[in-house]
């Protein structure tokens, strides 16, 4: 099993930009899915994000579609969120999360700690 860390998040204004990172120990991460979920305050978590272990298939929940993008780094052994054009409402703590099987439909059993997003108006 893989350990997660994300790092990157951060306090910004409104329309400004992040870019999380997920960075996970363990040689066999390439074969993994990987998705992004947060959670605000008072509020469950939410999905924001998945990419299968090719990368080719992505999923993203429709309020962030055309703002968030997730991307992986195979080399690096870390799976990215870049979030631009942010708005209050993102704000959340973000965590990765990792799918050994790495195919839909994705069952996720390794969470990181996670990381505070918080976007002021």
């Known amino acids: 099993q893989v350990q997660l860390v994300e790092s990157g998040g951060g306090l910004v204004q409104a329309g400004g930009s992040l870019r999380l990172s997920c960075a996970a120990s363990g040689r066999t991460f390439s074969t993994y899915a990987v998705g992004w979920f947060r959670q605000a305050p008072g509020k469950e978590r939410e999905f924001v994000a998945a990419?299968?272990?090719?990368?080719?298939?992505?999923y993203y929940r429709g309020s962030v579609k055309g703002r968030f993008t997730i991307s992986r780094d195979y080399a690096k052994n870390t799976v990215y969120l870049q979030m631009n054009s942010l708005k209050p409402e993102d704000t959340a703590v973000y965590y990765c999360?990792?799918?050994?099987?790495?195919?839909?439909?994705?069952?996720?059993?390794?969470w990181g700690q996670g990381t505070q997003v918080t976007v002021s108006s």
């Open positions: 999360a990792a799918d050994p099987a790495g195919v839909e439909p994705f069952e996720y059993d390794c």
């Open positions: 990419v299968n272990w090719s990368g080719e298939n992505t």
